[in-house]
């Protein structure tokens, strides 16, 4: 054991050397080569395996074209039939100096992408990146243009094709209060019968504040003022219907009347890139009023929501309240957004924290709680954490980020890459992949890796001439000698009461937060370095016997006791260890324990359900594994469960209005997860008289046996109107119960605790039996321990979970 010990403490000391000490040319030099390799067989993949199809599926080795694969609600509306993963990747190219790559893809765009399909899509994900792919795409294009060696024959055509999509996004803004919808059709926009969108009363945060960075680039590129002016009026309404006592904003806003949905507030999911924009907006347009509010809003974030190294969600009227225990990853770019403001020390220790939990769990889950446990275990590829490791290492200088990023690249290598590119990680727990590559990997994941590592003499472009937009495309600061047309935003005088300072006005540079101090990074993190508790060397507590009276009943106590997940090894096999340790004699043994009864378990205690066929020709023999919710009826008071005949609803995403409530009364309906929260269907369906709800995962794939259950949770405002039962079927099991659906017509089910599933044999009983446990005295003589049959054992406390 000391053996042992000597060696894990060799080896995190060398872990942590080796994550501190510099760099090499060489070695920057063979990442970067590395990157480029990836960057190859991903773009590679999507080319050869996808083109013209907005995604790659790296586990198909095929494209994801809208309608031809099962629909996954919201997450297709990022999908617009225009080629998403090319246009995405343009600027890339040249940053990765793929200058050949470039000039094809730029072509292939011109000839081949169309933006007039009659598709239903996402406003903010079109926006950041299509609209943003277009403008950084015009944006080098006309660079090497200038410079006289390439793209001669280019006409501007990516900028014409930017002008098209922001005035196909423009029927979006054609509300009441100036907020966009969330969603347009590319050929028939809001109005027209045929749009098939229009119906929708909210949106996020992000959603409606993150289209100026765009909107204004293309104002000033192409001379039109109308997409600033929309823009800029968005930004108006947030900043007016923000949380006057808090200075916070919510997550969801009705776009009609402007009041609040959602009113937690943080700075992840559904407002993140809202605070980015404001403090980018300043940057590029050299508007001073986007940067007084973003300062009103980050000394709120500050004050309320920043509990260092966590960032929590809060209730923007009462902010000293926190909503949830869980954080997104989408946090992640914060510490990055923290750098341009110049406050390091919370950046470095949001940080820090965020590698821990990659420590622990190779990525970044999708959610984690604020004990660092997995909350929802998929990782998507994304990029957030690279880009801020990127700008905290430009910050600083300190090759400690180096290492992050090298990290970074060898866990990409190691867990995501597939023969046909690289596939997101569906839960970070099991490994298991999802058959999908988000076109957020090639624009922003490759780019800021590339840029880690690389100098800027090395780059075919000075990087600080751009700023990047929340998809990593690159806009001129140039554009704020541009004049706009419009009218400027205002922010009221009285709220600006900000104290101002060094940085207030500009970005910190190193030489004045580390004057003769570079170790001052490390000395923040060295705090945070065991907070999730991976990687703390350990003092073995010294072995003890004990002795354990074990009555036979019909079982071999060794079997006995490994029935109960204790494994024992003589202690004879034990060649390290003490050697005035504990006797060498027949009879006694070490014990470990593995089947932990953990003190720090991995996610809360899930009470499996099942949703049962009982009619015929089922009769109760397909038995689907079923996730409970935290909110609704609770199925395990109910005795007998609940029983009724299913029917979808119409919306399938259950989202609005049901427009099948007639169907759906007094039947439990079928929903699928995605475009809004478990907690807006469960009520728009307990509106319709539905009986009860089963939720099916959009995920295409899932299913309970890879994928550990989870609780369905509401939507940070009081559920107690919601008095349905509600479970969740993982994506298999879902297409089982949909497929039984459309074939018999008429289904019933029955929904209850697995425990208390029909025709579950009852009768066994788990053996038992009596174990006492004594501690010898010292000095006490062997024969007066237990009379009778005894197994002496050796117990290792430092094995031991309880």
Request: proline share 5%; hydrophobic share 40%; glycine share 6%.
């Amino acid at each position: 054991m000391m053996l042992e010990t000597l060696l894990i403490t060799s080896l995190l000391s060398w872990v942590n050397c080796l994550e501190n000490q510099s760099m090499t040319p060489e070695e920057k030099t063979n990442i970067r080569n590395q990157i480029l390799e990836m960057f190859d067989h991903a773009y590679g993949s999507y080319m050869k395996y996808a083109y013209p199809a907005d995604e790659l599926m790296p586990l198909s080795c095929k494209g994801r074209v809208r309608g031809e694969e099962p629909n996954r609600g919201d997450i297709d509306d990022s999908l617009g039939k225009f080629s998403l993963t090319l246009i995405d990747t343009l600027d890339t190219l040249v940053v990765l100096n793929k200058l050949d790559e470039f000039e094809d893809a730029v072509r292939k765009a011109v000839r081949d992408v169309r933006l007039d399909n009659d598709v239903v899509v996402s406003v903010f994900e079109t926006n950041i990146r299509v609209l943003g792919g277009l403008l950084g795409g015009h944006v080098m294009a006309d660079l090497l243009r200038q410079r006289g060696e390439r793209m001669q024959w280019y006409r501007d055509e990516l900028l014409h094709m930017a002008v098209e999509l922001g005035h196909r996004l423009l029927p979006a803004f054609n509300t009441s209060s100036g907020l966009p919808y969330p969603k347009v059709n590319l050929r028939y926009g809001i109005l027209n019968p045929l749009s098939r969108t229009g119906t929708e009363s909210d949106t996020c945060t992000a959603c409606a504040g993150t289209m100026i960075l765009e909107f204004a680039a293309l104002s000033r590129l192409s001379g039109e003022s109308v997409f600033e002016e929309h823009a800029r009026k968005a930004l108006d309404v947030l900043w007016e219907r923000r949380q006057r006592g808090s200075d916070l904003v919510g997550t969801v806003i009705n776009i009609h009347n402007g009041e609040w949905v959602r009113k937690d507030s943080g700075v992840g999911a559904g407002i993140d890139s809202y605070y980015e924009y404001l403090m980018k907006a300043y940057i590029l347009l050299g508007d001073n009023t986007f940067l007084q509010r973003f300062n009103i809003h980050y000394s709120a974030i500050m004050k309320f929501i920043s509990q260092p190294p966590l960032l929590l969600n809060v209730h923007m009227h009462n902010p000293t309240v926190s909503v949830r225990s869980w954080m997104d990853s989408l946090l992640a770019f914060f510490p990055g957004l923290q750098v341009l403001t110049g406050d390091l020390k919370p950046a470095i220790e949001t940080h820090e924290m965020l590698y821990q939990v990659t420590k622990q769990h190779k990525f970044l889950p999708e959610a984690f709680t604020t004990e660092f446990r997995v909350h929802w275990g998929q990782h998507l590829l994304r990029p957030e954490f690279a880009e801020s490791t990127y700008y905290l290492y430009k910050a600083t200088s300190d090759p400690y980020y180096l290492r992050v990023g090298q990290s970074i690249v060898e866990k990409l290598n190691a867990f995501a890459r597939v023969p046909c590119g690289f596939a997101a990680v569906q839960d970070v727990r099991t490994g298991t992949h999802e058959d999908r590559m988000d076109s957020f990997f090639l624009a922003e994941m490759f780019k800021y890796l590339y840029l880690l590592f690389s100098e800027k003499s090395q780059l075919p472009i000075n990087i600080d001439d751009y700023i990047f937009t929340t998809e990593a495309h690159l806009l001129p600061v140039s554009l704020s000698t541009t004049q706009a047309s419009v009218q400027t935003n205002v922010t009221e005088d009285a709220a600006v009461a900000h104290h101002e300072d060094l940085f207030t006005h500009s970005c910190p540079s190193t030489e004045t937060l580390f004057p003769n101090n570079p170790s001052f990074a490390k000395t923040i993190r060295d705090g945070y370095k065991y907070l999730t508790g991976v990687g703390r060397a350990f003092t073995p507590l010294p072995v003890r016997e004990i002795e354990l009276p074990l009555h036979d009943n019909s079982m071999e106590p060794v079997e006995f006791l490994r029935s109960m997940g204790i494994s024992l090894t003589p202690l004879n096999d034990i060649t390290l260890g003490d050697p005035s340790g504990p006797k060498q004699h027949k009879g006694v043994f070490r014990v470990k324990f593995v089947a932990e009864v953990s003190q720090s378990p991995e996610e809360e205690l899930v009470v499996p359900h099942v949703v049962q066929l009982i009619s015929p020709p089922f009769l109760g023999r397909t038995v689907l594994t079923a996730g409970p919710a935290k909110f609704g009826m609770d199925l395990t008071k109910q005795e007998h469960g609940v029983k009724g005949t299913i029917v979808k609803a119409s919306p399938y995403t259950a989202c609005g209005p049901i427009e099948n409530a007639a169907k759906v009364k007094g039947r439990i309906a079928l929903a699928l997860r995605g475009d809004c929260m478990f907690a807006a269907k469960a009520r728009w369906l307990q509106q319709a008289g539905a009986s009860g709800v089963i939720f099916i995962d959009h995920l295409e794939g899932s299913n309970s046996e890879e994928t550990p259950l989870f609780q369905m949770v509401g939507d940070g405002d009081s559920t107690e109107d919601i008095a349905l039962p509600l479970v969740f079927l993982f994506n298999r099991e879902g297409a089982v119960l949909t497929a039984a659906l459309e074939e018999h017509h008429n289904v019933e089910v029955l929904l209850l605790p697995k425990e208390r599933q029909l025709g579950k044999d009852k009768s066994e009983k788990p053996v038992s039996m009596n174990i006492k446990l004594r501690l010898r005295e010292e000095g006490e003589p062997e024969e007066r321990a237990a009379q009778g049959p005894t197994l002496e054992l050796v117990l290792e406390n430092t094995e031991v979970f309880l």
